[in-house]
């Protein structure tokens, strides 16, 4: 199983840029598949998620409004559109497919899968 994100790059503030991620030996369609990143010197954390069926698309706080979850099951993909983006946004983001209990949605424990992370940095 392999997922992989890319799409980071450099952006300033208030641009946008749109993480895809690929997952290979596995279906999306049948894992929640959550999106963290990770600052310099800080611990990972939830950005977003999207649930199995596609219908429920969750979000942190310090990104609702400006971040959008979205999947293609065509192309077995999923993608987090960032807007809005600002310099605290500046991370490595991973995107991660698991079948996390409620509780465990928003937490890194509750996924199994994890791609190699694609750096975002935000300049002001």
């Known amino acids: 199983v392999q997922l992989q994100a890319f799409g980071g790059g450099l952006v300033q503030a208030g641009g946008s840029l749109r993480l895809p991620c690929a997952a290979f030996?596995?279906?999306?369609?049948?894992?929640?598949v959550g999106w963290f990143r990770q600052a310099p010197g800080k611990e990972r954390e939830y950005v977003a998620s999207i649930s199995v069926s596609g219908g429920i698309a969750r979000y942190a706080d310090s990104v609702k409004g400006r971040f959008a979850i979205s999947r293609d099951n065509a192309k077995n993909t999923r993608y987090l559109q960032m807007n809005s983006l600002k310099p605290e946004d500046t991370a490595v983001y991973y995107c991660a497919a698991g079948r996390p209990i409620f509780s465990y949605i928003r937490h890194s424990n509750g996924y199994t899968y994890w791609g190699q992370g694609t750096l975002v940095t935000v300049s002001s």
């Open positions: 030996d596995l279906t999306f369609s049948t894992y929640t």
